[in-house]
């Protein structure tokens, strides 16, 4: 790194610290918008400006949005009845992209690590409560990972979900399909058995 200018080293070391992204890939990004002129360097610039001056959190399920409430919260075709809890916005798109799920979501935007500073306070568990509150919730399904941190996330919430008198429940882990048992981890087998389904004669 040496070897390069200083503010080409910071424009490379601000693309590394993207998820995901090494050094060598940041080196690619960083050489590839230099090579093309200042187009599309100047349209990502513009993109990230924009988006971080008119996104913001949905004031109801913290999914970004550049509404006040999210289009998802505002549906009146969805089943208010059932809030789905997640941790991130990708795991929301996740879930969407099945065209399943006909409920609302709660974005937790992480899960609780005290280790990390992470608390109720920040994954705003006051918000989700008040939306429980004001709503007409049947069932809330915790659709954390199965994590350390997601099993305390999900048992904290849980018994948040049980004293307002409403259902919890989780999505179920286990075999994934096309899937064969012997490459199959422990936890995993363990989680599919106690997870079993009743088959229907």
């Not at 997640?86 to 795991?91: L, N, R, V």
């Not at 799920?101 to 899960?111: A, D, E, I």
């Not at 899937?179 to 995993?188: F, P």
Request: hydrophobic content about 40%.
């Amino acid at each position: 790194m040496k070897s390069y200018s200083p503010v080409l080293q910071d424009l490379i070391e601000a693309f590394k610290q993207l998820p995901g992204i090494g050094i060598k890939s940041a080196q690619r990004i960083v050489f590839y918008l230099l090579k093309e002129n200042d187009n599309k360097a100047q349209f990502l610039a513009d993109s990230i400006q924009k988006s971080f001056q008119s996104i913001k959190e949905c004031d109801q399920c913290r999914m970004y949005t550049e509404e006040q409430t999210c289009g998802i919260c505002t549906d009146n075709n969805r089943d208010s009845g059932i809030i789905c809890v997640i941790e991130t916005p990708a795991d929301l798109i996740a879930i969407e992209n099945t065209m399943e799920f006909k409920g609302k979501y709660f974005v937790l935007m992480g899960r609780l690590s005290p280790i990390d500073g992470i608390g109720p306070e920040e994954l705003k568990i006051d918000l989700l409560i008040n939306v429980l509150q004001q709503s007409n919730v049947r069932e809330v399904i915790l659709a954390v990972s199965p994590t350390v941190e997601g099993e305390a996330t999900v048992a904290y919430i849980a018994s948040l979900v049980e004293s307002e008198n409403i259902k919890s429940s989780r999505i179920a882990y286990g075999v994934p399909m096309g899937g064969e048992l012997e490459y199959v981890d422990s936890n995993t087998l363990i989680q599919a058995l106690n997870n079993r389904n009743t088959i229907d004669g």
